[in-house]
């Protein structure tokens, strides 16, 4: 993947199409994604990111290469940091779904390099993920749907 990356999964309390659904509105992930500041839908495939790291705030734009609607969303950095990633979904029952989310990441300097032996990224995505769970679990509806493939 990249310079380092990590993996991580949980599982939600409701169905597959609902989980999935409400991770295609990027422009939510500031309520449920720490870090997040903005996402902006540019076109179907085409996100702009505003992230803090640290004391440092970072824009970029990410390619979803992949989106496939109730399995998968992948994505690429187009320009800025190099990072890409993939969502996954699976469903477990018809009110549970395993959400999976793998990301790499460049690191740069000695300070993300001491955070990533920390484990902060991992740590980060975890609770993201945990986030997430109490999101939608709690509205039990997305917010929104694209259904699109790309």
């Known amino acids: 993947m990249s310079d380092s990356e990590t993996s991580q999964h949980i599982e939600v309390d409701v169905p597959v199409s609902v989980a999935y659904n ?3 509105q ?4 500031p309520r449920f994604m720490d870090g997040v500041e903005e996402v902006q839908q540019l ?3 085409t996100v702009r990111f505003t992230v803090a790291v640290g004391p440092k705030k970072l824009s970029y734009d990410a390619q979803i ?3 496939e609607p ?3 969303i992948a994505w690429r950095a187009i320009d800025g940091k190099k990072n890409l990633g993939v969502v996954t979904f699976q469903q477990l029952g018809p009110n549970k779904t395993r959400v999976g989310l793998r990301l790499g990441y460049e690191l740069d300097g ?6 990533d032996m920390l484990g902060f990224v991992d740590g980060r995505v975890k609770g993201d993920l945990k986030n997430f769970k109490e999101f939608i679990e709690a509205r039990e509806q997305p917010t929104g749907a694209w259904r699109g493939n790309i």
């Open 26 to 29: 990027f422009e939510e992930f």
């Open 65 to 67: 290469v992949t989106q």
């Open 43 to 45: 076109t179907d495939d």
């Open 110 to 115: 000695i300070a993300e390099k001491i955070g």
């Open 22 to 24: 409400q991770w295609t």
């Open 70 to 72: 109730d399995q998968q």
